[in-house]
């Protein structure tokens, strides 16, 4: 990892402007005598560590300002006491007087690593590992301070990121200068509420565009998106999207008046048709840059007809044509546009700029988002199929995907009838979340499909013939394996029993779950098996259990109980209680109650899930467990309940 600062400060000219008093410690010249605000919580800017916070996703977020002798937070989010309290630390601990010296950005991946902060007091006892700083200039121009994101662990800053802090620090600088400048109150009193406005549709516009699910989601949130930006930010606005022939066209676009807003509709109808490819509009599309201009300008490019004539209706305005790119294309463009006589804030181009990246990071992501999907589908489709439904016994099956993986995997689960009428259950998980692992895991199922439907063996001997042949056909990788067969006798029927086969190739344990209220793990007898993979020549065993019928039995792969937080006992322990308090539902409300109450949802590990519940055979099926699913060719069962 490059653990260097990404956004150097000048060194010499930070040691440089140090000096020592008479007493003999340490001052820095060149900073604010006193700092720009007190050392006391802030609404307006507590405002801003929240949005870095969130926008961010780091544990501590701080509007500092410096003065030579110390540092102050009027805004604050995650420090540890008591600066969270005190909200001032002396400059033993501080990263932002960098950036206050330097007036320039400062970016480190791990101070622990870095020369210029590597000995600072902060990594200790603020537990500054990473860092992010962005200037906070007051109305003169001189930087008085940070706003800064930080985590306690090593991290590389992406881009994207970058970019929001960078915005948020310049609505921020406006904000400390409005609060400097209260005596003007009038002034003031517009100026905060402009402010605000603006940090408002920001914060909106990012979060509604973050929170989208699928594209129709999107394309609405989207189309909303001007109607929100207007009048906050603009008179007009209109959103550009490249379309899937790659042409452009106007997607969304709103007016504050709505005399205006008819003609706009019109306009926007005509333009693409006559702008020419000089255009700003062209220019934009064509390079990826803003661009600003003039509604006269523009008419001047136009022929005479509609669409000029149209443009002029709209009356004598300004406009400013933000680019909304993807990762390696161009994918629209943002306009807003304002009468000449609204006055003209740089700091609405700046959140206009920040929406329309946003827009275009939220695009990607969908685009990205989809392509996955659509992988996802095609293999659940092909590798993880609907289970038989056999006699009495009911199977439920559960796969979930990793919640921040390309949502496919190793885990994998499989069940389907023998020769000879018995039902097989096999789960797995092959190392890895990515393709290799998802194809090594396909590999493996048709293995142990084929072996099994062949030789109508039971566990062991099935993985036995899975152990060399995926060493004969060269199939890489290890995996943990996990066979059950369910057997039964005509006189264990009329017993109301059925045997339980396992063989295990270092696969968490089953859970089972007697009809008496009890449960139990399936441990091994002895030393756990290996894995398939780790050696040829592996003896495996199986191991017989009676089962009486309404018993229910679970297995799962890993990623339902382990955690970073907790060790495998816990997990397991946290799987029998809750599966105990479940188990008198239905077999579907106790997959999908453990797969809820196990917190899934929340690591990044993907699933795979197989329940087993053996019906009573002296009555028939029950209809909650839905009708046999069975080969024509497997035999015909033979109980009481026919």
Not at 182 to 204: E, H, K, Y
Not at 625 to 634: E, I, Q, R
């Amino acid at each position: 990892m490059d653990t260097t600062t990404t956004v150097p400060v000048d060194r010499d000219h930070v040691t440089s402007r140090r000096q020592f008093d008479r007493t003999g410690g340490t001052v820095v010249v060149g900073l604010p005598v006193t700092p720009a605000r007190p050392a006391v919580s802030d609404p307006a800017l507590e405002r801003f560590a929240r949005l870095v916070r969130r926008q961010l996703g780091v544990p501590t977020a701080l509007v500092t300002l410096v003065s030579a002798d110390e540092q102050v937070f009027p805004g604050a989010l995650g420090l540890p006491e008591p600066w969270q309290t005190t909200r001032r630390t002396p400059l033993t601990h501080s990263f932002c007087q960098h950036v206050v010296l330097a007036a320039k950005p400062l970016v480190i991946e791990d101070a622990r690593l870095d020369p210029l902060v590597q000995d600072n007091l902060a990594i200790v006892d603020l537990q500054v590992v990473a860092y992010a700083g962005w200037p906070l200039t007051a109305a003169d121009g001189s930087v008085v301070g940070s706003l800064c994101a930080i985590d306690s662990v090593p991290r590389q800053w992406a881009e994207e990121d970058l970019a929001v802090l960078a915005d948020l620090a310049g609505a921020c600088s406006s904000q400390l200068q409005l609060l400097a400048s209260q005596d003007a109150a009038g002034q003031a009193a517009v100026l905060a509420d402009a402010a605000n406005q603006r940090l408002a549709v920001l914060a909106q516009a990012s979060n509604d565009l973050a929170d989208a699910e699928g594209w129709d989601d999107l394309d609405r949130v989207i189309k909303q998106l001007p109607e929100l930006l207007v009048p906050t930010l603009a008179d007009g606005c209109v959103i550009s999207l490249r379309g899937e022939d790659g042409r452009f066209s106007d997607h969304a676009w709103w007016h504050r008046e709505e005399v205006r807003g008819t003609v706009l509709s019109q306009w926007v109808g005509l333009r693409h048709q006559v702008m020419p490819a000089h255009s700003p509009l062209r220019q934009v599309l064509d390079t990826g840059r803003p661009q600003s201009t003039d509604s006269r300008t523009v008419a001047a490019m136009l022929p005479a007809g509609p669409a000029r004539e149209l443009l002029e209706q709209l009356g004598d305005t300004r406009w400013f044509h933000a680019p909304i790119r993807g990762r390696n294309t161009m994918l629209g463009v943002l306009t807003v546009f304002s009468s000449q006589a609204r006055p003209s804030l740089a700091e609405e181009e700046v959140t206009v700029r920040g929406i329309a990246g946003r827009v275009g990071l939220a695009m990607d992501n969908q685009r990205l988002a989809h392509a996955q999907e659509q992988l996802t589908e095609r293999l659940q489709r092909s590798l993880l199929t609907d289970p038989p439904q056999p006699d009495h016994g009911e199977i439920v099956v559960r796969y979930q995907p990793a919640a921040e993986s390309a949502k496919v995997g190793g885990d994998w689960y499989d069940a389907f009838i023998q020769p000879g009428g018995t039902t097989m259950i096999a789960i797995g998980d092959v190392a890895g979340h990515d393709s290799v692992a998802a194809a090594t895991m396909g590999q493996l199922r048709g293995l142990v499909r084929g072996i099994a439907a062949f030789s109508d063996a039971r566990p062991a001997r099935v993985l036995q013939g899975v152990d060399h042949a995926k060493d004969i056909l060269m199939i890489d990788g290890l995996a943990t394996l996990a066979l059950a067969r369910f057997e039964q006798t005509p006189h264990e029927v009329e017993e109301g029993t059925t045997r339980m086969v396992f063989s295990n190739a270092g696969h968490p344990p089953p859970l089972i779950l007697h009809p008496d209220g009890t449960a139990e793990f399936l441990t091994p007898d002895g030393t756990a098996e290996m894995l398939v993979g780790a050696q040829v020549e592996v003896v495996r065993t199986d191991r017989t259990v009676v089962l009486e019928r309404e018993a229910t039995v679970l297995l799962y792969t890993d990623g339902l109980v382990e955690r970073r937080d907790s060790d495998l006992d816990a997990g397991q322990q946290r799987l029998l209680d809750l599966a105990l308090q479940l188990t008198a539902g239905t077999l579907e409300e106790l997959c999908e109650g453990i797969l809820d109450g196990m917190g899934t949802a929340e690591y990044d590990d993907d699933i795979a899930l197989v329940a087993v519940r053996l019906h009573p055979q002296d009555r028939p099926r029950p209809a909650e467990a839905g009708p046999n699913v069975v080969p024509d060719s497997a035999p015909e069962p033979a109980h009481p309940a026919q």
